[in-house]
C-alpha cells in the first residue's frame, strides 16, 4: 500500500522496490492474497518505468492467484491495472476490453464509485479513439456519480474530459471553464497528473489568443508530468502539438523557447495561480 502511494506520488522506483519486498514477505509467508495484491501493485510500478511485457506477466500472475481465491474485487482490481497497461502502451482497444471487463465485475460487486471510475477510463479510450459522443456519455454519466459520492478527484477527471471535448469542438472559452475547474480540484486532491493535465488544457484553451500565456502552461504542465512520473497520451499529445505550433507560429521559435522555459521554472502553486488569474496577463 504504501508503494502505491509513492506510485501516486509520481516516484515508481520506491514504488516499485516496496511492492518487490511486499511480494518476497507474502511469499515467505505463504499469503496467497498478499502475494495477488502485491502482485498487481508490482505490476503497475513496473508499466510505469515502461517494461510493459513484465508489467503484464507480473499482473497476469496477480490475476490467476484472484482466479484461484475466487475473489471478484481482486480479480476486478487486476484486470483494471491490465487496461491502465494498455493505456500507456496506446493500445486503446485492448484497454478498452480489460475496461468493460472491469464495469461488469464491480458492477456486480455494487461498487458505485468503482463503477464511475470504470466509465471514466471508457470515456477516455473513447477521447483518444475519436469516439465524441460515448465519451460525452460516459463522462456524463461518471461525473453525476463522482458529484453524488463527493469525490473531488473524480469530477476533476470528468472536467478535464469535458474540456477535451469542448477544445475539440473549437469551443475554447467553455474549454478553459471546464479544465479551471479541474485545476481547482487538482490543488488539494488527486494524483501528480491531474494538476498537469489541467495546466496542458488550459494552454490548448489560450493558444490561440495568447500565446505567450500557452507556452508558459504547456512548459508547466510538462513539468508537472515530468515531477509525477506520467506521460501523455494520444488525445493530449494532439493538443501538446497544436498548442506548440499555434504559439511558435505567433511567437516564433526562440520567443516561445523561452516562454516555455519560464512556465517549466514555476513549481505548480505558482503555476495554478498563474493559470486562474481572474485578469490573466500575457
Same mark, same amino acid.
Given at each position: 500500500?504504501?508503494?502505491? =502511494?509513492?506510485?501516486?506520488?509520481?516516484?515508481?522506483?520506491? *514504488?516499485?522496490?516496496?511492492?518487490?519486498?511486499?511480494?518476497?514477505?507474502?511469499?515467505?509467508?505463504?499469503?496467497?492474497?498478499?502475494?495477488? @495484491?502485491?502482485?498487481?501493485?508490482?505490476?503497475?510500478?513496473?508499466?510505469?518505468?515502461?517494461?510493459?511485457?513484465?508489467?503484464?506477466?507480473?499482473?497476469?500472475?496477480?490475476?490467476?492467484?484472484?482466479?484461484?481465491?475466487?475473489?471478484?474485487?481482486?480479480?476486478?482490481?487486476?484486470?483494471?491495472?491490465?487496461?491502465? $497497461?494498455?493505456?500507456?502502451?496506446?493500445? @486503446?482497444?485492448?484497454?478498452?476490453?480489460?475496461?468493460?471487463?472491469?464495469?461488469?465485475?464491480?458492477?456486480?460487486?455494487?461498487?458505485?464509485?468503482?463503477?464511475?471510475?470504470?466509465?471514466?477510463?471508457?470515456?477516455? $479510450?473513447?477521447?483518444?479513439?475519436?469516439?465524441?459522443?460515448?465519451?460525452?456519455?460516459?463522462?456524463?454519466?461518471? !461525473?453525476?456519480?463522482?458529484?453524488?459520492?463527493?469525490?473531488? @478527484?473524480?469530477?476533476?477527471? =470528468?472536467?478535464?474530459? !469535458?474540456? &477535451?471535448?469542448?477544445?475539440?469542438?473549437?469551443?475554447?472559452?467553455? *474549454?478553459?471553464?471546464?479544465?479551471?475547474?479541474?485545476?481547482?480540484?487538482?490543488?488539494?486532491?488527486?494524483?501528480?497528473?491531474?494538476?498537469?493535465?489541467?495546466?496542458?488544457?488550459?494552454?490548448?484553451?489560450?493558444?490561440?489568443?495568447?500565446?505567450?500565456?500557452?507556452?508558459?502552461?504547456?512548459?508547466?504542465?510538462?513539468?508537472?508530468?515530468?515531477?509525477?512520473?506520467?506521460?501523455?497520451? *494520444?488525445?493530449?499529445?494532439?493538443?501538446?502539438?497544436?498548442?506548440?505550433?499555434?504559439?511558435?507560429?505567433?511567437?516564433?521559435?526562440?520567443? !516561445?523557447?523561452?516562454? @516555455?522555459?519560464?512556465?517549466?521554472?514555476?513549481? &505548480?502553486?505558482?503555476?495554478?495561480?498563474?493559470?486562474?488569474?481572474?485578469?490573466?496577463?500575457?
Amino acid at each position: 500500500t504504501l508503494g502505491e =502511494s509513492m506510485r501516486i506520488l509520481g516516484d515508481p522506483a520506491t *514504488a516499485r522496490s516496496l511492492a518487490d519486498e511486499a511480494v518476497a514477505l507474502c511469499r515467505e509467508q505463504d499469503d496467497r492474497w498478499g502475494l495477488a @495484491y502485491a502482485l498487481t501493485n508490482l505490476g503497475i510500478a513496473i508499466r510505469d518505468q515502461e517494461d510493459f511485457a513484465l508489467a503484464r506477466s507480473t499482473i497476469d500472475d496477480g490475476v490467476a492467484l484472484w482466479q484461484e481465491l475466487g475473489d471478484l474485487w481482486g480479480l476486478g482490481l487486476a484486470t483494471h491495472r491490465l487496461g491502465e $497497461v494498455a493505456l500507456r502502451q496506446g493500445d @486503446y482497444e485492448v484497454a478498452r476490453r480489460h475496461f468493460i471487463d472491469c464495469l461488469v465485475i464491480v458492477r456486480k460487486l455494487g461498487d458505485q464509485e468503482q463503477v464511475a471510475w470504470k466509465l471514466s477510463n471508457l470515456a477516455l $479510450v473513447a477521447l483518444n479513439l475519436g469516439n465524441w459522443a460515448e465519451a460525452k456519455a460516459c463522462t456524463e454519466e461518471c !461525473f453525476s456519480m463522482f458529484r453524488e459520492l463527493g469525490s473531488k @478527484y473524480g469530477q476533476a477527471t =470528468s472536467y478535464s474530459h !469535458f474540456g &477535451f471535448l469542448t477544445l475539440i469542438d473549437g469551443n475554447n472559452q467553455q *474549454a478553459q471553464s471546464f479544465f479551471e475547474r479541474a485545476l481547482e480540484l487538482a490543488r488539494t486532491s488527486g494524483p501528480v497528473w491531474l494538476g498537469a493535465n489541467a495546466l496542458m488544457g488550459l494552454a490548448g484553451a489560450a493558444a490561440g489568443t495568447q500565446a505567450q500565456r500557452a507556452a508558459r502552461l504547456l512548459g508547466a504542465a510538462e513539468a508537472r508530468l515530468k515531477a509525477g512520473a506520467s506521460y501523455w497520451d *494520444a488525445v493530449e499529445m494532439m493538443c501538446v502539438g497544436r498548442v506548440t505550433a499555434t504559439a511558435t507560429a505567433q511567437l516564433g521559435e526562440t520567443a !516561445f523557447a523561452a516562454a @516555455y522555459e519560464e512556465g517549466q521554472a514555476m513549481i &505548480f502553486e505558482q503555476a495554478a495561480d498563474y493559470a486562474l488569474e481572474t485578469e490573466p496577463s500575457a
